[in-house]
């Protein structure tokens, strides 16, 4: 009896933390914490001890853990110089991304008419930047959940720099077709930067920072369009794709100062590279690390297409697909949409009383002038609303019912032709889903997650232009209602999202349930996990 209870005094104690908790929670001393004892031998996870440093104030971090994880550290260490920094730097990739995209409205009718392109030449154009983003996204995605984040980011923004500024010299139209594929091929490891972005914000500044850099984004449409009234009537659209590849060269440039993220060198053994790079935040940041010791869980099974699928994941990952699909199939083909009725003169002609709107537009070839400018000038100005409307509401309603709503209010819109205010609520839906998706995805297939669902998005970005550029020849009113019933069936699958990320922290492991963050070692985790 006395040996047994030997025993059992040293057993292996696990101390669980409700999903969000930081280190530093006041609910940690009361009933925040739960200690259990597991029956069996001790777990594959490793520990790294913390060099002494600064004393820590007792209401910084719980004195009486001596383990902690990645999510401790970051909820401890809290926002500060360093995230504004990488605020910045995610920024211009954001920034770079958007005037890729917007380019491609000013290009089209522009080659439309210089090359005297046929429609399906020109939608073409467009949607093979979409095929390349489309092949790329999952791949990207793998790449940066087997080799990093950095690694992955890095690669495509140099490849995406370089086919930029080279298919500013294509002599024919075969040359730039296959040109800017490969511009999309580079795009579509940009979406990256948010994986790497989202995993150093602390959990309560997560939804407002990945928002707020969306305005990066909206600067990003707004330059472009600024840069081609200044740029296409002087020296023309060869010397727009040069000159829109600035940021991307200054990203490029300075992404070499980004760490990698210190989720995914925990989560592939590097703990040693992690505690630095946690240590060199908490530097930055001017704030002392939490105490203890540093658990760190291999595992070699990264990335994997399957992991998506689980039972945990599977509704998830689908109505995921069909929201970032439709997402992108309504905002790209709003986008296109308007620089072709800006072709015509206004949206539709007018019978002789003026009360009943024609069913067809004649769009002929037509350069876009200095009005044309304006009026894409003040539609891609309205996504500054839909930012600060979702930044409001997205803390207050949660993740689901922000796309949700945006997706409806949208396809209301789109039907009265406000092409505004459908753009203000379609984009903001799209911020929805950046600020969701990492979040419902564990560390081992954050990237890839993410990765996947930009490639469903470029899926709808790619059948787009056949829609708002060719059926907009039959019908005007035919043509939105497909954009406008493709969101309505977003804004339900929002709503039958199985999990609410709202006020939880980021996944671990595949294996931890929602609800819960694991605080100390378990031998449950044992099976997703390798020792190093």
């Given at each position: 009896m006395d040996e047994d209870l030997f025993q059992l005094r040293h057993l292996p104690v696990v101390k669980f933390r409700r999903t969000g908790e930081s280190a530093r929670s006041e609910d940690d001393t009361c009933s925040g914490e739960h200690e259990i004892e597991i029956e069996g031998v001790r777990s594959e996870l490793e520990q790294v001890e913390l060099e002494d440093g600064a004393t820590v104030p007792k209401d910084f971090a719980n004195p009486t853990d001596d383990v902690f994880m990645v999510e401790d550290a970051v909820e401890a260490i809290g926002f500060g110089k360093f995230q504004w920094k990488l605020s910045v730097l995610t920024g211009l990739a954001w920034m770079a991304d958007a005037m890729e995209m917007m380019i491609l409205s000013i290009l089209a009718p522009q080659l439309h008419c210089e090359w005297r392109l046929p429609s399906w030449q020109v939608a073409f154009l467009t949607s093979v930047v979409f095929v390349g983003m489309m092949s790329s996204s999952s791949l990207w995605g793998n790449i940066s959940d087997q080799y990093g984040r950095k690694t992955g980011l890095k690669v495509s923004v140099l490849w995406t720099l370089y086919y930029g500024i080279l298919s500013a010299f294509s002599p024919i139209y075969s040359w730039i077709l296959v040109l800017r594929g490969l511009v999309g091929f580079g795009i579509g490891g940009v979406p990256q930067s948010v994986t790497l972005y989202a995993e150093f914000l602390p959990m309560k500044s997560r939804a407002k920072c990945i928002l707020l850099i969306e305005v990066f984004w909206a600067f990003g449409t707004v330059f472009e369009v600024l840069l081609a009234v200044v740029v296409m009537p002087t020296l023309g659209w060869r010397w727009l794709l040069i000159l829109s590849a600035v940021p991307l060269m200054i990203?490029?440039?300075?992404?070499?100062?980004?760490?990698?993220?210190?989720?995914?060198?925990v989560l592939s053994g590097n703990q040693e590279k992690a505690l630095a790079t946690l240590k060199r935040i908490a530097t930055e940041n001017g704030a002392?690390?939490?105490l203890g010791k540093l658990i760190v869980a291999r595992q070699e099974d990264r990335g994997r297409i399957q992991d998506l699928f689980t039972p945990e994941f599977r509704m998830t990952t689908i109505l995921l697909w069909f929201i970032w699909f439709s997402n992108a199939f309504s905002y790209y083909g709003l986008v296109l949409l308007t620089t072709e009725l800006f072709q015509e003169g206004d949206v539709c002609s007018m019978t002789a009383g003026g009360r009943k709107p024609e069913g067809r537009c004649s769009l002929e070839c037509k350069y876009l002038n200095a009005t044309d400018y304006t009026d894409l000038l003040w539609?891609?100005?309205?996504?500054?609303?839909?930012?600060?409307?979702?930044l409001w509401i997205i803390d207050r309603i949660g993740r689901k019912k922000t796309m949700a709503v945006s997706f409806f209010i949208f396809s209301f819109f789109a039907l009265l032709l406000f092409?505004?205010?459908?753009?203000?609520?379609?984009?903001?839906?799209?911020?929805?889903?950046?600020?969701?998706?990492?979040?419902?995805?564990p560390t081992a297939t954050r990237a890839l997650g993410l990765g996947t669902c930009s490639g469903m998005a470029r899926v709808g970005a790619l059948i787009t232009p056949f829609i708002a550029q060719v059926m907009l020849e039959s019908s005007v009113y035919l043509t939105l209602s497909v954009y406008s019933g493709c969101c309505l069936l977003a804004a339900l699958a929002s709503c039958f999202l199985?999990?609410?990320t709202m006020?939880?922290?980021?996944?671990?492991?595949?294996?931890?349930?929602?609800?819960?963050?694991?605080?100390?070692?378990?031998?449950?985790?044992?099976?997703?996990?390798?020792?190093?």
């Open positions: 990203f490029a440039i300075l992404c070499f100062w980004l760490p990698e993220s210190a989720r995914y060198d002392p690390m939490p539609t891609t100005l309205s996504e500054f609303p839909g930012v600060l409307v979702t092409a505004c205010v459908g753009r203000a609520f379609i984009s903001g839906g799209f911020q929805a889903a950046y600020v969701y998706t990492p979040e419902v995805y199985p999990i609410e006020g939880r922290g980021l996944q671990e492991s595949s294996q931890q349930e929602w609800g819960q963050e694991m605080v100390g070692r378990t031998h449950h985790s044992s099976s997703s996990t390798r020792s190093t």
